[in-house]
């Protein structure tokens, strides 16, 4: 996406593009000592807008500007257009939220009406509201769009895939869910062709089994009727030679057989990932479905010299097995209350009831129960109490980390990576807790490591409050209740 968009220039090949393409990016920490209108790119034509205004009618100033006198006003309508229009234009993009910051990129494009945009993982910080928003305006978007994402639902409106891997990239002509059938029907074609292959390794181990049984017992024959006939001993050894290349022969001849079908089981394997090996086994936990765990009484919270978050106070009871969905729009304190649930902070007004001794794990987007400090070895050995050194590593290895990365530092590992270490890491402690939370646990991975998240919260018996704007895997998690602030 950065080659594409001239932000990276590549080791070989070109890039070649009829227009200017506008991208959106998904960091944006180069962009924080911009003001708005400087991440717009038009800083300099407003310098020159106004400095007509003030008297300077250089000519520099005029081409400068290039005849776009209402360029403000386009400017704030764009933002205005993107619920964002009470922010100047003058303000730091370094003070605004991610949120706003990716809506500061999406009204540049009615700035700049370029024929081609770049967009890479837009929906990140965006709430509800503002994704569909974004989906109305892909399908009447007339150009051309290159997105990255892994949001499922912008995806499916999506007229083709490109798949990125180790081996290239293929094509599909075809949105997100007719892909993922295609992709489960290769997934099932793999799974029987090495099913058939491991059963013509059975037989093949057979065949050479039966085959040198044979040739042992024909050349045992044959010493024999030898010793019987009388023939002289360097005959019989002649002979005896001739039956052990034969019987070399035969052994290379299976030999390569079996090493072609080991071959290709192993190409199989390597194409696939087992998912299922990444699930965890969670112990039943001591609270019986119903037991009341947290109760929230008129409560609401106030940051100094603020007014309360709510205009509501928030009245909820959390019981053990619930499956809650805290939701609600960018800035509307989800945060805020998952830490009053946790007791990082306390209600301002009201009382939060929580029960004795409550095991709580949190998930949030940076999963940030990893130490960056550790190596991966050393942060699963840390949640390890019962485990012999061997199990550990078998689960690493579970886990998709194979022995070469055990020292690799957690500070280096992808979104994805450090999401299957904190499953790891759940895995080897052998203790479930009483309620998960998780808060945006599907902003920094991509696709298959949802699904392996997906699949192993939908296993959980207990309590799980998740916060996320990604309905799909709302949807897969199979919600009981709804709290909306």
Known sequence: MQIIAHRLQSASGAVICESEPYFIPQLFGQYDSLTIVGALGFSETIRALHAILDGDVTESNFICLDDKWDIEEQAMAALDKWNIGNIPLSAALNDLSGGEKTKVFLAGISLHAP??????????????????????????????????SHDRTLLNLMSAIYEMSAEGIRFYP???????????????SKMELLGNRQKELKKALKEVQ????????????????????GIARIAMGNQQDRAEKTTSKLNKVQQDKLQT???????????????????????????????KLIEARQINFAYKESSNLWQDNLDFTVYSGERIWLAGNNGSGKSTLLKLITSTLEPTEGTMYRTDNLQYVYLDQEYSLIRSSSTILEQVASFNSVMAEHELKICLNRFLFPQKVWDKKCAYLSGGERMRLVLCCLMVSQSTPDVIIADEPTNNIDIANIHILTDVLKDYEGTLIVVSHDMTFIEDLKISKKILL
Do not use: C, W
């Open 261 to 291: 079908i080991y071959s290709q089981i192993r190409d199989i394997k390597s194409s696939v990932i087992n998912t299922d090996a990444m699930k965890i086994d969670f112990y039943s936990s001591d609270l019986y479905v119903g037991k």
């Open 115 to 148: 024929k081609l945009i770049l967009m890479d993982e837009p929906t990140n910080h965006l709430d509800l509201k503002a994704r569909e928003k974004l989906y109305e305006y892909i399908r009447q978007f007339a150009g051309t769009l290159l997105v990255v």
């Open 174 to 188: 075809m949105n997100y869910d007719a892909y993922k059938s295609q992709k489960e029907a290769e997934l099932h």
């Open 210 to 229: 039966n085959a040198m049984e044979r040739q042992q017992k024909h050349n045992v024959r044959g010493e024999k009727l030898n010793k019987k006939k």
